[in-house]
């Protein structure tokens, strides 16, 4: 699987941005999709991940301000993001599960290269 993410930028803190993933590969439908983020100086976290019947999880950081969604005919996933703060400043990445659900015990089987997101305040 190929993964394309899109959307970063600079934005002040209280803004929006949307993130966009294109896929290529296999059979879009057959796994779960998510995002990750890594901050400068800290280690890679998990953001949020779409089963492919569209069932979500989110980190309690970001519940209530992202909102992940998927168009399977399209083979996108999406990462809405509002009242970014500067602390959602990161490295975001788009990946794959192996499993067309999300599971918290099984991690990423492909990742695409991230899109950066700075966030000002």
């Known amino acids: 699987v190929q993964l394309q993410a899109s959307g970063g930028g600079l934005v002040q803190a209280g803004g929006s941005l949307r993130l966009s993933c294109a896929a290529s590969?296999?059979?879009?439908?057959?796994?779960?999709m998510g995002w990750l983020r890594q901050a400068p100086g800290k280690e890679r976290e998990f953001v949020a991940a779409?089963?492919?019947?569209?069932?979500?999880t989110y980190a309690e950081s970001v519940k209530g301000r992202f909102t992940i969604s998927r168009d399977n005919a399209k083979k996108m996933v999406y990462l809405q993001m509002n009242s970014l703060k500067p602390e959602d400043t990161a490295v975001y990445y788009c990946?794959?599960?192996?499993?067309?659900?999300?599971?918290?015990?099984?991690?990423?089987?492909?990742w695409g290269k991230g899109t950066l997101v700075t966030v000002s305040s």
């Open positions: 990946v794959t599960y192996p499993r067309p659900y999300y599971s918290a015990d099984v991690g990423p089987d492909n």
């Open positions: 779409i089963g492919w019947s569209g069932g979500y």
């Open positions: 590969g296999r059979t879009f439908s057959s796994y779960a």
